[in-house]
């Protein structure tokens, strides 16, 4: 029996070189086991398919895969290996990655459990997972039941682990994340900074020169300059959250790549959730067309729009009113307006039960009037 260690404890996606492992925790946990070729199958060719593991030291210790179908999940399967049972591992996998099938759309979940598997079936009740039927002899190696559980408001699951929590298992993620080729050129991988349950978040590109020297976000000359930005909105920078759309510094700081922003937006989509602030404001082009795609930074600056049960500012960057002298005096007076639009959308939270978002309503222009 090891125990595990939360500090280097890391729970990310799974690909292709973690197979072996995976397939010797199903071998050794299965009667059942899949061939190593159905995970290379899960892995390569199912599109519905998403993969996660929990590495400790350079050690793979458990593994998961489910099914996205529409707004299904479906744990396809879930195991730990023998030498780190019972410490709620499995929990925390469960957890991760129904947490990011949520953030991808699905709202309900469904697995299967063997019928004499009381300690699993004890697990997932916890997690609000009700008994929803039962497939006789299902297991084809002691003919043994299946129970079928069934988890339908997604939305509630997740209260086990708080935001630090949340927040500091994304932290130590992304430190060893793979996922696009931006990590071949970082030192320190800049996963975000701030409070927990900070109101606001600013999320701006990338890791710059001295981001990726100290691991920190915004440290540089355009980090100064926003620390000033909101002193003047009467916000010190300890106050709110800051990060990026990607965590780890583009080659010469260029700009990133398509597939770089799609990679790492599953951590910054977590830590939203995670944090739940009332506003974000985005820091020039690239966190601006997350929340309004196609929108001209020069047409939407300043301005204040509800998504969903949050607002979205966009806001030049920091870096270019320090290269180009026009923008400063206009990122000036966009901050200066931060504390009327805070006060905006706080009264706009406290009178409306919470909306859901409604993509059509988010384009709708009369959505801007409301200010
Ligand atoms: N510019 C950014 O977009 N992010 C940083 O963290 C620093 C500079
Ligand atoms: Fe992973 Fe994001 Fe870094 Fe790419 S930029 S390696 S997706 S953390």
Known sequence: ?????????????????????????????????????????????????????????????????????????????????????????????????????????????????????????????????????????YYRDNAEDAILMALDELDRIGGSMNAEETLAMIAKEVSVCEKCVLHRSRKLSVPGEGPAHAEIMCIGEGPGFHENEQGRPFVGAAGNFLTELLAQAG???????????????????????????????????????????????????????????GAKISAVHGQMRRIGDRFVIAMFHPAAALHQASLKPVIMKDFAQLPGLLEQANSALKHSAPVLADEKAQDDPKQLSMF
């Not at 759309?245 to 799609?262: A, I, S």
């Open 235 to 293: 916000m010190k920078r300890e106050e709110v959250w800051i990060g990026n759309v990607v965590k780890c510094r583009p080659p010469g700081n260029r700009d990133p790549l398509p597939e770089e922003l799609t990679a790492c937006n599953e951590y910054l989509e977590r830590q939203i959730a995670a944090i739940d602030p009332k506003i974000i404001i985005t820091l020039g082009r690239f966190s601006m067309s997350k929340y309004m795609p």
């Open 1 to 137: 029996m090891n125990s595990l260690d939360p500090s280097t404890l890391v729970i990310r996606r799974m690909t292709v070189e973690d197979i072996p492992a995976v397939h010797e925790i199903d071998t050794l946990s299965f009667s059942l086991p899949w061939p190593e070729r159905s995970f290379r199958f899960e892995m390569t060719e199912n599109p519905v398919s998403r993969g996660w593991v929990a590495e400790q030291a350079g050690q793979i210790i458990a593994m998961l895969i489910l099914w996205l179908a529409a707004d299904e999940a479906h744990i396809a399967t879930i195991a730990t290996h023998p030498n780190y049972r019972r410490q709620g591992l499995g929990e925390k996998i469960l957890l991760v990655a129904l947490g990011v099938a949520r953030q991808e759309g699905a709202r309900r979940a469904f697995l299967e459990v063997r019928a004499g598997n009381l300690a699993a079936q004890a697990m997932y009740h916890k997690y609000g997972f009700a008994v929803t039927g039962r497939r006789p002899r």
